[in-house]
């Protein structure tokens, strides 16, 4: 007996020492441990590690524990983010990013001990990496999210400045934000002494940028910015003929647009092509889409707030690259579109927009990449009256239900199993009033969206990367012809004139977005008669009328006008305004006015139309 009971004792002394030396490794100081992880990979894994455990079953747990339910919400709501999290998620980010912050505050409690990690007090010290992200973090702060319109106010980051082409010394134009200019921005908002909060943030932040996020690229996706890519400049074989102190390489090649400019922000740099293939996989695979592969090497996607995504490699690539627009919900409306310090009488434009909006016109949006198509169709769909739309992409990029979530909208876009042709034609059979085309840079797509606008549906808007109206009416032509739906090409062009009335030109002006014109495409009469032929004694006379009568046949079977493009606003870069100009058709006029539902909104239309183009109305 007295055998079993110092047994038990023993046992009992030895459980206690095992557990008291658990609980002593568990709570013992960061700092005892530091030589163990010095670098910020190292405190990665730790990170990973602890986040894995938080997810793993645990077999200990017993289904009949009352707090069971709990604890598998919670490993469940942690999972989902840790999933959702890689791409940009912005809910499920901030969740991941505030556990990766309760375990560094536990891993390093002091500022000592992440000073020992990360020498924040020397921020000179420091890869120019992690200079911008503390740059950011402040400006964040500072400025409410507005870092590079603060940046541009301040540093004019748009205007091309005369640098030294580190290349071969001479002087070249560029818009470059590089290391010197980031450390002048650093030295203005970084502050002399940084604070145990801030260090943890920007400690943590760096972890989950390398671990989960988008890397170097991460802050800008969330940025004031219009888009950003990467891989698109440098040096792609330097590696190869190993020159490693070259100024451009393909890994620091990121640049965002700022006020339609590109500006190349030369101070960022990849660690490795492994990593950069990993943001760019990582950008494009949202939603159910296949990986890029060697057999399809190029991909267009959409990211979960609707930004476009465009991705390519090797071997169509020379290198891997990838494109962002991005596309904010809180930008698209005509006043914030046109209305500029630079430009004058923004009103114009817009009025009539509105108008033929609701005079359910076919519009086209015209005009080269980044001239703000998309942006001023998503502006012009507020018109728009409550009628069903329905909506033909090659991404999600117009993002209509989003904005305008009380309207009758539905989006397809083709997959690698469905083409955008059968998806027009399924689209026939959805009740749909108005029809849209995001883009139209497919012959198939060009042709079955003619159909759309001469059966389909009431009205329809598109765009179109056509640089003047007989460019747009050329093109579609010859997507009608290349299709097979027509082999002659006159006639491919009437029926194109009979679908195309109105065209929103959009271009750049001293580096300002605006509206160029806005125009009516007038078909023009292919029945028109040959005038008489009169018989006359004169020889002469005769000889010119049969000349006259042979060079109008000649001309209609050959290279005939037929159609005129009015210019009913255009934009006026002296000035820097928008103005009248000519008039509408009467047939136009007519239509326009046809097809307002309300009369009030008939006798305000004309109010406009007199108001603003008074030479059109006198004797």
Known sequence: MVTIILTIVALAIVGGAVFGFYKWRSNERASVRLEERFTIDMLGDYVVEQLTERVRDDASIIKSDLDYDAKIRTKDMISKALDNCIHGVTADKNFVISMIYDILGAYLPTTEDILQVYPFDSHYLLDPNTVWIMVYYY?????????????????????????????NGTMMESREFDQNLLRRVANQVIPDEISYPDMLDILTYIVYCNRYGFGIVDCLRAADIDGFNFGTSGSVRYRIEGERDVPYKTSNSVWIQINAAWIHLSFLEFKSDGEMKRIINQLVAWGNAAPMTEIKPYKVNDGYDGARVTALRPPVGESWACFVRKFSAGLYSKEKLLNKPTVHNWELPAKLMYFLMRGEQTTAFTGQQNTGKTSMMKAAMADVDLVNIRILEMSFELAIRELYPWKNVITVKPSDYVKSSELQDLLKKTDGYLSMVGEVAEDIVASRMIQFCLIASAFTLFSHHAKTDEDLVNGLANSLVACGEYENHDVAISTVLSAIKNNVHLDFVKGERVIAYISEIRKLN????????????????AVDQLCSLQKEYYTRTTDRVRFESRKIIVFDPETMSYRANDGYSPEALANILQHMRNPKMRVEFMEFYKANWPHLFKA
């Open 526 to 541: 292919e029945l028109e008669p040959y005038q008489d032929l009169k018989i006359s004694p004169d020889v002469k006379a």
């Open 139 to 167: 400006l964040n702060k500072q400025t409410g999210g507005r870092v590079f319109t603060w940046l541009e106010q301040n540093y004019h980051l748009s205007e091309k400045k005369m640098v030294i082409n580190p290349v």
